[in-house]
């Protein structure tokens, strides 16, 4: 790769000492071989695995309590998942009362396995165990650093050594489930993607043999990203390897569990899953220490947003995002994928247009398939996925300030006011619009909008109509007879024409007010109308009875101000 700067590039360096951190090839060797995770394509969805109630919960600066765990723990079987981490009973005392509280009984439905996560201790193995006492599922997930550097800074232990500390904790667990059936194994290397792959295979291979894993009872082998140190690509590679070289590898759940350290998280489960994992450990939203775990809601949705079914309902991702808000007492940010409050939400007047023009697209082709809206299939631009298909309403859809357009302008007087405007008519009151929040600054409401059109159209100017009245003499001729003000003139005048509209033009010109009608429509709610008069031309609109003549006389009144 060069390191000429092109031409077309004018970025300096920076001065920052990025010669003090060493590229992950420096750091770690990852095998080459052939990859086959770039063609791959994910056609179901992994085995989703929560651990909000143990690595999320470990990250808040307050930690939940029994009641916020339960809390959690209902809504994250509500939703569906099957197997849950529900805590490190041996790190605290908290921790381990709400195992307790699980096995109480009740809690946990038929369906759902819950995961409790120990370091290589006998002791603390000890106290997990404890914990686990009367729950007929369990998973008993243990854990040591693997990596040289933590090898060396943290545990001061050779390879030799740590090899030893883990065969003895398995020992020891082996012993403690005893011929438990509910009882299954899981292992994690943790820092994973800094340990040498020899290493990693050695310690898995180790386990899988002396749990003696078996297709009916598997073994789940968990690779964290404890912390990220390269592009997802790494990591898929790292993943794909292990997958092709495990031993007994119909025997092994392959799992991972990345960090987000680089903000690319997502990316490293998605590829991880190409690569060859089967199951996925994260927290909703994304919470964890440092900059978080992998957010399972956002993985979920991808895939959904692909047609794969994510084997987890988030129909009403609102509501599981009040209750995750609550018991993290942390916010999901207002443009967190799928989940925040602006997300589908278009401010840009282009974003709009498209959007307006795309739902009601959606609309028509419903009705030609004679399906209800929410069966059809969906492509609205700027909307990756039906808002509806969440439990969202489309009220917040489009929204208007003063970088929105005249298509959302139009869109929420369309659908909160039942006002259509004419599509030439638009730019106009657009104009008008932006204008104000242009001024104020900020949000307009539908409920402004509204407000604003009444002022600019549905208002009186220098032309009054003190009284009218039109009939039809004879087929396809109208009379219209008025009282007039304009200026400081008041008479009696009339006209006729093809329509009331029309008529009430002859009527103006008898007042000496020539007008020509550029153009007129008429909904049913309100009416609409472009005029010349003098040399200057408006839109006018009215509603209400009298739609068609007040919006002629709103577009002569706007024209002479």
């Given at each position: 790769?060069?390191?000429?700067?092109?031409?077309?590039?004018?970025?300096?360096?920076?001065?920052?000492?990025?010669?003090?951190?060493?590229?992950?090839?420096?750091?770690?060797?990852?095998?080459?071989?052939?990859?086959?995770?770039?063609?791959?394509?994910?056609?179901?969805?992994?085995?989703?695995?929560?651990?909000?109630?143990?690595?999320?919960?470990?990250?808040?600066?307050?930690?939940?309590?029994?009641?916020?765990?339960?809390?959690?723990?209902?809504?994250?079987?509500?939703?569906?998942?099957?197997?849950?981490?529900?805590?490190?009973?041996?790190?605290?005392?908290?921790?381990?009362?709400?195992?307790?509280?699980?096995?109480?009984?009740?809690?946990?439905?038929?369906?759902?396995?819950?995961?409790?996560?120990?370091?290589?201790?006998?002791?603390?193995?000890?106290?997990?165990?404890?914990?686990?006492?009367?729950?007929?599922?369990?998973?008993?997930?243990?854990?040591?650093?693997?990596?040289?550097?933590?090898?060396?800074?943290?545990?001061?232990?050779?390879?030799?050594?740590?090899?030893?500390?883990?065969?003895?904790?398995?020992?020891h667990m082996a012993r403690r489930a005893?011929?438990?059936?509910?009882?299954?194994?899981?292992?994690?290397?943790?820092?994973?993607?800094?340990?040498?792959?020899?290493?990693?295979?050695?310690?898995?291979?180790?386990?899988?043999?002396?749990?003696?894993?078996?297709?009916?009872?598997?073994?789940?082998?968990?690779?964290?990203?404890?912390?990220?140190?390269?592009?997802?690509?790494?990591?898929?590679?790292?993943?794909?390897?292990?997958?092709?070289?495990?031993?007994?590898?119909?025997?092994?759940?392959?799992?991972?569990?990345?960090?987000?350290?680089?903000?690319?998280?997502?990316?490293?489960?998605?590829?991880?899953?190409?690569?060859?994992?089967?199951?996925?450990?994260?927290?909703?939203?994304?919470?964890?220490?440092?900059?978080?775990?992998?957010?399972?809601?956002?993985?979920?949705?991808?895939?959904?947003?692909?047609?794969?079914?994510?084997?987890?309902?988030?129909?009403?991702?609102?509501?599981?995002?009040?209750?995750?808000?609550?018991?993290?007492?942390?916010?999901?940010?207002?443009?967190?994928?799928?989940?925040?409050?602006?997300?589908?939400?278009?401010?840009?007047?282009?974003?709009?247009?498209?959007?307006?023009?795309?739902?009601?697209?959606?609309?028509?082709?419903?009705?030609?398939?004679?399906?209800?809206?929410?069966?059809?299939?969906?492509?609205?631009?700027?909307?990756?996925?039906?808002?509806?298909?969440v439990g969202r309403s489309y009220e917040?859809?489009?929204?208007?300030?003063?970088?929105?357009?005249?298509?959302?302008?139009?869109?929420?007087?369309?659908?909160?006011?039942?006002?259509?405007?004419?599509?030439?008519?638009?730019?106009?009151?657009?104009?008008?619009?932006?204008?104000?929040?242009?001024?104020?600054?900020?949000?307009?409401?539908?409920?402004?909008?509204?407000?604003?059109?009444?002022?600019?159209?549905?208002?009186?100017?220098?032309?009054?109509?003190?009284?009218?009245?039109?009939?039809?003499?004879?087929?396809?001729?109208?009379?219209?007879?008025?009282?007039?003000?304009?200026?400081?003139r008041v008479g009696d005048y009339e006209?006729?024409?093809?329509?009331?509209?029309?008529?009430?033009?002859?009527?103006?010109?008898?007042?000496?007010?020539?007008?020509?009608?550029?153009?007129?429509?008429?909904?049913?709610?309100?009416?609409?109308?472009?005029?010349?008069?003098?040399?200057?031309?408006?839109?006018?609109?009215?509603?209400?009875?009298?739609?068609?003549?007040?919006?002629?006389?709103?577009?002569?009144?706007?024209?002479?101000?």
């Open positions: 790769m060069t390191t000429t700067t092109p031409v077309w590039n004018p970025q300096r360096p920076s001065g920052m000492p990025y010669h003090r951190y060493r590229p992950f090839q420096e750091r770690v060797h990852v095998p080459a071989g052939h990859r086959g995770w770039p063609s791959a394509r994910i056609e179901r969805a992994p085995l989703w695995v929560p651990v909000d109630l143990r690595d999320g919960n470990q990250a808040l600066a307050e930690p939940m309590d029994t009641p916020r765990k339960r809390r959690f723990f209902d809504l994250l079987t509500a939703v569906g998942f099957k197997e849950i981490e529900v805590g490190y009973p041996s790190a605290s005392r908290a921790d381990f009362d709400f195992v307790r509280h699980l096995a109480g009984g009740g809690a946990v439905p038929d369906d759902v396995t819950p995961v409790v996560f120990t370091p290589a201790r006998a002791d603390l193995i000890d106290r997990t165990f404890d914990a686990i006492e009367g729950l007929p599922r369990a998973v008993v997930h243990l854990y040591i650093a693997t990596s040289p550097v933590w090898r060396e800074v943290v545990l001061g232990r050779s390879r030799a050594e740590v090899r030893r500390t883990v065969r003895e904790a398995a020992e005893g011929d438990a059936p509910g009882i299954r194994f899981q292992f994690s290397p943790e820092t994973f993607n800094l340990t040498e792959p020899d290493f990693v295979l050695e310690l898995c291979d180790g386990l899988t043999r002396l749990w003696d894993a078996s297709p009916d009872r598997p073994v789940t082998h968990n690779l964290p990203a404890t912390v990220e140190i390269a592009t997802p690509n790494v990591y898929a590679d790292q993943i794909e390897y292990v997958h092709r070289n495990l031993s007994r590898r119909d025997s092994v759940i392959l799992s991972v569990h990345p960090h987000n350290d680089r903000g690319t998280g997502v990316a490293c489960a998605e590829l991880a899953v190409l690569a060859g994992a089967q199951r996925v450990e994260g927290c909703l939203f994304g919470n964890g220490e440092r900059t978080g775990n992998v957010d399972l809601v956002t993985l979920a949705l991808n895939l959904y947003a692909q047609g794969v079914d994510p084997m987890v309902d988030l129909g009403d991702l609102d509501a599981v995002r009040e209750t995750v808000e609550h018991c993290n007492r942390l916010p999901v940010h207002p443009r967190h994928p799928y989940a925040g409050d602006l997300v589908y939400t278009a401010f840009s007047g282009t974003h709009q247009d498209a959007i307006g023009k795309g739902l009601a697209r959606h609309a028509r082709r419903a009705a030609e398939l004679g399906v209800p809206e929410s069966a059809a299939p969906w492509a609205v631009p700027y909307l990756p996925i039906d808002p509806a298909d917040a859809v489009i929204r208007v300030n003063s970088q929105s357009g005249k298509g959302g302008v139009a869109y929420l007087l369309r659908t909160h006011h039942g006002i259509d405007l004419p599509p030439r008519m638009r730019p106009d009151f657009a104009r008008v619009v932006q204008a104000a929040t242009d001024d104020s600054g900020r949000e307009a409401t539908p409920k402004e909008l509204y407000e604003l059109f009444r002022a600019t159209y549905l208002t009186e100017g220098a032309v009054r109509l003190h009284a009218w009245s039109a009939h039809e003499p004879s087929p396809g001729v109208h009379r219209f007879v008025c009282t007039l003000e304009a200026g400081d006209g006729t024409g093809a329509g009331v509209p029309t008529a009430f033009v002859d009527a103006l010109a008898g007042a000496g007010v020539p007008v020509e009608v550029l153009d007129f429509t008429e909904d049913g709610t309100a009416a609409f109308a472009e005029c010349r008069v003098g040399g200057v031309t408006a839109w006018g609109a009215g509603t209400g009875p009298s739609a068609a003549v007040h919006a002629v006389l709103s577009a002569v009144n706007r024209a002479v101000r």
